[in-house]
T-cell receptor, first 113, second 114 residues
Framework: SQKIEQNSEALNIQEGKTATLTCNYT??????LQWYRQDPGRGPVFLLL?????KEKRKERLKVTFDTTLKQSLFHITASQPADSATYLC????????????FGQGTTLQVKP | DTGVSQNPRHKITKRGQNVTFRCDPI?????LYWYRQTLGQGPEFLTY????????KSRLLSDRFSAERPKGSFSTLEIQRTEQGDSAMYLC????????????FGSGTRLTVV
């Protein structure tokens, strides 16, 4: 079955540094992969989508890469700020035609001032 | 449109009671999804609707759970005879079919069964 894994350990970095989060998937070749941000007690908020034919996607201080050979996506936040502290979720769309998302367990990022 | 709305935000109930949650999706989104999320985990798929038709249910969805989407608009998720293991955040998301874009999630309903 399709599976996504993210670093389960929290990531603690200093303000201004680049945060890099990893997402690995198995048993599937998704057409695209998505990243979401989730704050405590709130629903996920969509950040970026990257398609299988795209190596890299950028949006302001965010950058996502997609390596279909390694079956891995990396999510970077440059010049990180304390306001970036949250849990980041990687998701792929199920191979059936339902459009349902399969999520990783999320990585919690803590940016210290 | 103000996004996906879920009510209530929080629900505390005694074991054995029935609860019902409501989701109002973005009006032009014909697909609506329910997910369940427990602490430290990502959301897990429960069920989805395309318009008013419920097209798939996860094996996580026991027969105590039922969902409806009358007229393809808002949706309700009911849990009968709640158990402590039902305590979780219940999330609703919507999207327009065929749209390759992010899904819009509601803020969720936090259920605590005591």
């Amino acid at each position: 079955s399709q599976k996504i894994e993210q670093n389960s350990e929290a990531l603690n970095i200093q303000e201004g540094k680049t945060a890099t989060l990893t997402c690995n998937y198995t048993n599937y070749s998704p057409a695209y992969l998505q990243w979401y941000r989730q704050d405590p007690g709130r629903g996920p908020v969509f950040l970026l989508l990257i398609r299988e034919n795209e190596k890299e996607k950028r949006k302001e201080r965010l950058k996502v890469t997609f390596d279909t050979t390694l079956k891995q996506s990396l999510f970077h936040i440059t010049a990180s700020q304390p306001a970036d502290s949250a849990t980041y979720l990687c998701a792929l769309v199920d191979s059936s035609n339902t459009g349902k998302l399969i999520f990783g367990q999320g990585t919690t990022l803590q940016v210290k001032p | 449109d103000t996004g996906v709305s879920q009510n209530p935000r929080h629900k505390i109930t005694k074991r054995g009671q029935n609860v019902t949650f409501r989701c109002d999706p973005i009006s032009e989104h014909n697909r609506l999804y329910w997910y369940r999320q427990t602490l430290g985990q990502g959301p897990e798929f429960l069920t989805y609707f395309q318009n008013e038709a419920q097209l798939e249910k996860s094996r996580l969805l026991s027969d105590r759970f039922s969902a409806e989407r009358p007229k393809g608009s808002f949706s309700t998720l009911e849990i009968q005879r709640t158990e402590q293991g039902d305590s979780a955040m219940y999330l609703c998301a919507s999207i327009k079919q065929g749209q390759q874009d992010g899904y819009t999630f509601g803020s969720g309903t936090r259920l605590t069964v005591v």
